[in-house]
C-alpha cells in the first residue's frame, strides 16, 4: 500500500479540556477481525498532547493578544497542547529474523499471533512529533482536527529511527534542552536524506572556516597599527551589529551552532573597536586612565572619506529604520517592549545593514586599491557566508538572519570585482600598515 493521508475530527473528552492530558489508542488488526479479541490485533498507545508553558504576543500598543484564546495566561501555569499530525509506519519486508537473533532495538514492536510467527512491525512515529508543531487546546470547540497518515517502512529506517530515539533520550539525560534537540531531531526528519549527509560535511568545514576566520582576524588586528584605508564607521557598525544579532539570537532561543560563533564574533568586534580608536587604557592607583593615540595624515583622509560615504547613506538609513520600528509596533504582536526593541534594532541590522559595509566600497574606490583590507581573514568569512547559504535552509533560524547570509554574498562579489578592478601597488600599504617598497628599503639599509 502506498502512502496516504486523512484528515480526522477528534472529539475531546471534557477532562482533556479542563487542562488534562488525551492519549490515541491504534489498532492494526486483519480486515473482518476485532479489534479487540483477535490473535493477530497489535495495539500501540501513544500521547495525543504535552502540557508546555504558552508564549503568547501582544500588540504593544493595543495590548491584544495574538493568541486566539484569551483565558490563557502567559508564563504562569503549563496548559494543554495538542500534536496536530499523527504518523503511522508499518515495515514493508518480510520479517527473516530468528528468535534468538532479534534486532535489540526493534524487540518492542515483535509480536506473534497463535501460530508462533510474526505480526507485521506496526510503529507509531513520535520520533518526528516536534515541540515547535504543538498548539494550544481550545476551550471553546469540542474537537480537534489533526492530518493522519500511514507510510509502509524499510527495515533499515524503522532500525534507524529507533537508535535515534534513543540518543535522543540520552542528550536529554545529559541536559541538552528541548529546544535543542526538537532542533536535532527536526534535521533527521525534515531533511532530505542525500542533503543531511552533505549538512554534516558543511558542518565541519562551517567549524573549520570559523576557526581559521577568527585566528586571522585577530592575527591582523594584533600587528595593525594604523587605520589608513579602512573604515572606522564599518567597524563600530560591524560591534554594534554583532551585540545586537547575539541578544536577538539568544532571544529567538536559536540553535547553538549559530549562536555560538556569533557570541565569539561579539567579543572579537569588541576588541577591534578598541584597536581602531588606539585605545590603551591603565591603572593609575584607583583610577582608570584612557589615552589616544594622534593620527595621521593618510588617517585623516581616510576619515573624510569614510564620513563622506556615511553621510550619503545616512539620509535613506535613518528613515527606514524609524519606519521599520513604528511599523512594527503598530501591526506587529511582541511578547514584551524588550523583545519589540530588539527586533526593531536587528531589523535595521540585518534589513539595511549592508548600507553600513559600503563606506569600505567607497573608501576603496577613492584610494584605488584594496591593499589595505585583511584578505586571508576575509577569504574565510567570504567561504563561510557560502555555507551560511546552505544552513539557512536546514537549521531553524529567523527570517531576517536568512536573508543577512545572503546580503553578505553581494558584499563579497562587489569586494571581489574591486579586486579585479584595482591591480596590486607595490607602494600601496597592505593589511599590516607595510608596503612592498617600503620593506624592501628597510633591507637595503640592514645589508
Not at 582608570?288 to 545616512?314: N, P
Not at 531589523?347 to 586599491?369: A, D, R, T
Request: glycine share 4%; with cysteine; net charge neutral.
Amino acid at each position: 500500500m502506498s502512502i496516504f493521508y486523512r484528515t480526522l475530527e477528534i472529539p475531546l473528552p471534557e477532562s482533556t479540556l479542563s487542562n488534562g492530558s488525551l492519549y490515541y489508542h491504534l489498532f492494526l488488526h486483519p480486515h473482518g477481525e476485532s479489534a479487540f479479541s483477535s490473535s493477530s490485533s497489535i495495539r500501540r498507545v501513544i500521547s495525543a498532547t504535552k502540557h508546555a508553558i504558552p508564549v503568547t504576543y501582544f500588540n504593544l500598543l493595543q495590548g491584544k493578544s495574538s493568541d486566539d484564546d484569551e483565558d490563557v495566561e502567559d508564563g504562569v501555569v503549563p496548559v494543554t497542547h495538542w500534536y496536530p499530525k499523527l504518523s503511522t509506519n508499518v515495515m514493508n519486508q518480510p520479517l527473516s529474523f530468528a528468535h534468538n537473533a532479534f534486532p535489540a532495538e526493534l524487540v518492542n514492536l515483535a509480536q506473534i499471533d497463535s501460530s508462533r510467527n510474526y505480526l507485521p512491525l506496526f510503529y507509531v512515529d513520535g520520533f518526528s512529533r516536534l515541540d515547535r508543531h504543538l498548539r494550544i487546546l481550545p476551550k471553546e470547540s469540542t474537537n480537534i482536527s489533526i492530518q493522519f497518515k500511514y507510510e509502509p517502512i524499510s527495515a533499515g529506517k524503522l532500525r534507524l529511527w529507533f537508535i535515534c530515539t534513543q540518543s535522543m533520550q540520552l542528550l536529554k539525560k545529559a541536559g541538552l534542552s528541548d529546544k535543542d534537540i526538537d532542533e536535532t531531531k527536526s534535521i533527521f526528519t525534515e531533511t532530505n536524506f542525500y542533503l543531511l549527509g552533505l549538512t554534516f560535511i558543511v558542518t565541519i568545514f562551517h567549524m573549520l572556516f570559523d576557526v581559521l576566520a577568527f585566528k586571522n582576524d585577530i592575527k591582523y588586528w594584533k600587528g595593525r597599527e594604523t587605520m589608513t584605508g579602512l573604515s572606522f564607521n564599518t567597524v563600530v557598525y560591524r560591534c554594534i551589529s554583532s551585540i545586537i544579532i547575539f541578544l536577538y539570537l539568544y532571544d529567538s532561543k536559536t540553535s547553538l551552532l549559530v549562536l555560538a560563533p556569533a557570541g565569539i564574533g561579539s567579543v572579537i568586534e569588541v576588541w577591534k573597536v578598541k584597536k581602531a580608536l588606539k585605545l590603551n587604557i591603565s591603572l593609575e592607583g584607583w583610577k582608570i586612565k584612557f589615552t589616544c593615540k594622534s593620527q595621521s595624515e593618510a588617517e585623516k583622509s581616510t576619515i573624510s572619506y569614510d564620513q563622506q560615504a556615511f553621510t550619503y547613506l545616512s539620509y535613506a538609513l535613518y528613515p527606514l529604520c524609524i519606519a521599520g520600528a513604528v511599523y512594527s509596533l503598530f501591526y506587529t504582536p511582541h511578547k514584551s517592549l524588550y523583545s519589540w526593541i530588539v527586533q526593531s534594532l536587528v531589523n535595521g541590522v540585518y534589513v539595511f545593514g549592508f548600507l553600513f559595509m559600503l563606506p569600505q566600497l567607497f573608501i576603496n574606490y577613492k584610494l584605488k586599491s584594496v591593499a589595505h583590507l585583511p584578505w586571508r581573514a576575509f577569504m574565510y568569512k567570504a567561504f563561510n557566508t557560502f555555507i551560511d547559504d546552505v544552513f539557512a535552509f536546514i537549521i531553524e533560524m529567523p527570517t531576517s538572519h536568512r536573508i543577512a547570509c545572503f546580503r553578505d554574498d553581494i558584499i563579497f562579489f562587489c569586494y571581489l570585482y574591486q579586486l579585479w578592478l584595482y591591480p596590486v601597488d607595490k607602494s600601496r600599504p597592505n593589511e599590516y600598515g607595510m608596503s612592498y617598497e617600503h620593506e624592501e628599503e628597510i633591507k637595503a639599509k640592514q645589508e
